[in-house]
């Protein structure tokens, strides 16, 4: 009974949280939960998590569940799984937390562990195109703006028409923009051609990338070719 008695009396040991502060995407962060001494019972706590940037199931493994140090031992660790998604993202965050300690007292309740992103940065390209010269008015082709993978970023890319063989009396200067949304990896953009009344060759012109954001640009520019209508 005096046993019993003098361990009721005893303070209550302090119960605290360490988290490992970043990993890299796919692997899994170190969560302990450690007691400042020794508990002669079983010390239960509730630990959760809850997404910042980083989203559970998507970008790691939620949990919400009692944690118990046996008495005895004065460290458990948990581990909490993240997520390899192939996707260029910025690195995120998620935040875990202890509540509800049962024979001790909270020291500290919370703490951030980051997602460090290691996926590659998609490059753009952009497909050339024929396109036929028209007889009367202005007509519009097409051509394809594409990623070389999916992104988890909002990607966008500006494009300029400009000069090869052909000149602005062949078509008009445009300056068309591909917005990528996360995970989307073609977008059309059009160029805008001319007609006249000479009889020549095909003629070209350059559609060059002159900014890109959230992705790495072309190699080299795209070549549209205007296909002589004339006789």
Do not use: C, K, W
């Not at 170190?30 to 007691?35: G, P, S």
């Not at 949990?63 to 458990?76: A, C, E, K, N, Q």
């Not at 260029?88 to 951030?112: I, K």
């Not at 051509?143 to 052909?166: D, F």
Request: aromatic content about 2%.
């Amino acid at each position: 009974m005096l046993p019993l008695l003098v361990a009721a009396l005893l303070p209550l040991p302090h119960v605290g949280l360490h988290v490992q502060e970043s990993v890299d995407e796919g692997d899994s962060v170190r969560v302990a939960i450690t007691l400042d001494r020794v508990a002669n019972r079983d010390v239960r706590v509730l630990l959760d998590t809850r997404g910042r940037e980083a989203r559970g199931r998507s970008d790691y493994g939620p949990i919400h569940g009692v944690v118990t140090i046996p008495s005895g031992l004065l460290r458990v660790t948990v581990p909490v799984h993240t997520v390899a998604d192939g996707l260029d993202e910025a690195d995120e965050s998620f935040v875990v937390r202890l509540r509800d300690a049962e024979n001790a007292v909270l020291t500290s309740d919370r703490a951030t562990a980051t997602i460090d992103d290691r996926d590659p940065t998609p490059r753009v390209r952009v497909e050339g195109a024929t396109i036929p010269e028209p007889e009367i008015t202005n007509q519009l082709g097409f051509t394809y703006v594409r990623l070389s993978a999916p992104s988890g970023r909002r990607v966008v890319v500006e494009l300029a028409t400009r000069p090869g063989s052909a000149t602005t009396a062949d078509f008009v200067p445009l300056h068309p923009i591909a917005v990528f949304a996360p995970g989307e990896t073609s977008q059309l953009v059009s160029v805008e051609v001319l007609p006249d009344d000479l009889v020549e060759g095909p003629e070209t012109v350059r559609l060059v990338v002159t900014s890109v954001r959230h992705a790495l640009p072309p190699r080299r520019a795209a070549i549209v070719t205007i296909d002589d209508a004339d006789d």
